[in-house]
Structures are given as structure tokens and as C-alpha cells.
């Protein structure tokens, strides 16, 4: 651990706590950029006049400004739901105004120190006055856009929350989709053990089954989990499906070390073996063999579930867009295409191919990434 990294970051973290604050952000821009006025007023003075600086008008004038543009938010805050010609014409009017007091304090700050400067009657106070209402046109400019920036930022930070809020919903409606179809099943297959007096079997399949759906009810669909903790899941499903099929259902695994560690979504593997159960295993008398591979492919990672059924009428791949339509795509398939499209959005992609002499291969490609 770099300490000295920590340590920085708690002596900001603190700054950072009180700069997210609305009213900590106005009086930080108001300190600073007034100072920095200030300063930059005094050095102009230094190098364009021959009088001495005279620091009292600067710090006068800064502290001034500070108190009139504090008057100026209330009262634009106090207009902020009005309608915007309303706004645009008090602030033109209330610039003006505090325009004018402001340069009535510089210039008799002037006048205290500068035996030379004597104003002609009280308009002489406001002798200069544009430029200050330039400065005070240029703050409530800078208010308004700083004001229509942060309300910006904030819906746009809504709309980002609303889009990851139906983003969850979609990847957890996705999820839970899967379970419903494999309870039905495994229910009917007891029920057939338990009328076939079968006690043994239907026990396994019932203890098998708690045990798969406690993992299903713990695992987050939000979180992504090591291929490793993956197959040990997988394998909590394969054990149910092991008691209805007995031996016709054969698997083999063929995981590279390096694959083991990969992230992928919890879940994802299940829905693809059980379709090819569905289509290869269940329909033939002899059974089959279910193939599962794990390849590390540069920056991809590469799943293959290969069955020796009677495989797809034609080849098909997407990159996320489902079709429905075309042979093959069972429940689990179709959800398992919609949830890569909503965690790797054009970063993946789903193939089916026939393979020799018969069967067919699910290949799934996503981004190889680790804890």
C-alpha cells in the first residue's frame, strides 16, 4: 500500500466533502474571484499610475463587491422560477444599480486618500461607472451560467441514474426468468420419482434442487463471479439433471488454468447447458454428451458448450440483437443474448454452429477480465 498516496487522498477527501456543497461552492468562487480582481487590480494600478498603491481600495473594493453580488443571488435566486425576459431585465437593471454603489465606494475610498481627487458634486462619485457595471454584468452572467450548468448536471445525473435503475431491473427480470422454467421441470421430475416410489433419487434431486436454488437466491445478476465459482454452480445444476438422466447424460470439462479466474456474468453457462439438454440430451434414448470449454484469446475470453445433438438447420450469430425467429433459440438462449447485450453492449457475441459429425457448439465471447 502507498501510504503517502493515502494520505494525500485523506488530506482531500475532506475538500472534496465540502466543495459538493452548493453554498461551500459560492463562497469559494466569491473569495477567489474576487481576490484574483483584486490582485489583478492592484498590479494595473502599479504599472499604469504614478501614485502609490493604495492597498486599502483593493481590499475595500473586494470586500465590497463580495456584500453587493451576495444581494445580487437572493434576489436572482428569488426569480430563478420567474420567466426569463423578467430575469434578463433585473438583472440589466440590478447591475446597473449595484454597479453604481460600487463605484460610489471606490471612488470615495479615492477620494479619502488622494488630496488631487475631488468628485464635482455627489455624480462625481459615480465617476467611471461602466466599468463597474461591466464586472457586475460579467458576475450575474457568470451566476446564471454557472446556475444553468449545475441544474443541467443534475438532470443529467438523474437520467443516468433512471437509465441504471432499468438497466438492474432488465439484468434481474433476466435472471429470474431462467429459474421458473428449470423449477417446473425438476418439480415434474420428483413427482415422477415420488409415483415411481423412487424415495432415493427423488431425495437427491430435492436436496440437489435447495442447494441450487440458495445460490441462485444469494448470487447478485448485478455482480460478475470467477468461471471457477461458475462451474461449481453449474455443477449444483448438472446434479439434478445427473438423477433424472442417470448415465445418458455425460459431461466433460476442458477449462484452461488461466480461464479459471475470468469474471462473467453469474449464471451464464446454466441456461446454455440446459438447452442443449433440452434439444440433444432429453429427445434421444442414448443420451449425449454435454462438452464445456474455456479459452483465453488475447483480451477475450472464449466459452464453448458443445452437444452431440442433432444440431441447427443453419449456422447463426449475433452480436446482441436477438432473433427469435431462427431455430434453435430456445428460452434460455434469447436471454442469455439479451443479458450480454446489456452487460457487454458491442463487446460480445453469441455463435451457433453445426459441428462434425453431428451436434452443435454455443460459443460465447466476452472481454477476459480479472479480479
Not at 7 to 30: D, Y
Not at 312 to 334: D, M
Request: glycine share 6%; net charge positive; hydrophobic share 45%.
Amino acid at each position: 500500500m502507498n501510504t503517502r498516496t493515502d494520505s494525500t487522498n485523506n488530506i482531500r477527501r475532506p475538500w472534496a466533502r465540502v466543495l459538493a456543497h452548493r453554498e461551500a461552492q459560492f463562497w469559494t468562487l466569491q473569495f477567489v474571484g474576487w481576490t484574483g480582481w483584486a490582485v489583478a487590480s492592484a498590479i494595473g494600478w502599479v504599472y499604469w499610475a504614478d501614485e502609490p498603491l493604495l492597498y486599502g481600495l483593493y481590499i475595500f473594493a473586494a470586500l465590497l463587491a463580495i456584500v453587493l453580488t451576495t444581494v445580487l443571488r437572493y434576489v436572482y435566486r428569488a426569480l430563478w422560477t420567474r420567466s426569463l425576459p423578467l430575469r434578463i431585465g433585473t438583472a440589466m437593471v440590478l447591475s446597473y444599480v449595484m454597479g453604481g454603489i460600487w463605484q460610489a465606494g471606490k471612488n470615495a475610498v479615492i477620494a479619502h486618500y488622494m488630496a488631487d481627487f475631488k468628485p464635482m458634486g455627489w455624480l462625481g462619485y459615480f465617476e467611471g461607472i461602466l466599468s463597474s457595471l461591466y464586472v457586475m454584468l460579467l458576475w450575474s452572467g457568470l451566476y446564471f451560467g454557472i446556475k444553468y450548468y449545475q441544474m443541467l448536471q443534475r438532470e443529467t445525473e438523474k437520467v443516468l441514474r433512471i437509465t441504471a435503475t432499468a438497466h438492474q431491473a432488465q439484468l434481474k427480470m433476466l435472471r429470474y426468468q431462467l429459474n421458473p422454467h428449470f423449477l417446473f421441470n425438476t418439480l415434474n421430475a420428483i413427482s415422477t420419482l415420488i409415483l415411481e416410489q423412487n424415495t432415493q433419487h427423488a431425495n437427491q434431486m430435492v436436496t440437489g434442487l435447495s442447494r441450487f436454488l440458495r445460490y441462485s437466491l444469494d448470487s447478485d445478476p448485478m455482480h460478475r463471479i470467477a468461471l471457477d465459482q461458475e462451474m461449481t454452480a453449474l455443477r449444483l445444476y448438472l446434479d439434478i439433471e445427473q438423477v433424472r438422466f442417470g448415465e445418458r447424460l455425460k459431461l466433460v470439462t476442458d477449462i484452461e488454468k488461466l480461464a479459471q479466474r475470468a469474471l462473467i456474468p453469474s449464471l451464464l453457462l446454466q441456461p446454455i447447458v440446459e438447452n442443449a439438454i433440452k434439444y440433444a440430451i432429453a429427445p434421444s434414448e442414448r443420451g449425449g454428451t454435454i462438452r464445456i470449454e474455456a479459452r483465453v484469446r488475447g483480451t477475450q475470453l472464449e466459452l464453448a458448450v458443445t452437444d452431440d445433438g442433432p444440431g441447427i438447420q443453419r449456422p447463426i450469430e449475433t452480436n446482441g440483437a436477438p432473433q427469435s425467429n431462427a431455430p434453435g433459440h430456445g428460452v434460455g438462449l434469447v436471454n442469455t443474448r439479451q443479458r450480454l447485450a446489456e452487460i457487454y453492449p458491442r463487446a460480445h457475441s453469441l455463435q451457433l454452429t453445426n459441428v462434425t459429425p453431428r451436434g452443435l457448439q454455443v460459443c460465447v465471447r466476452i472481454p477476459f477480465e480479472t479480479e
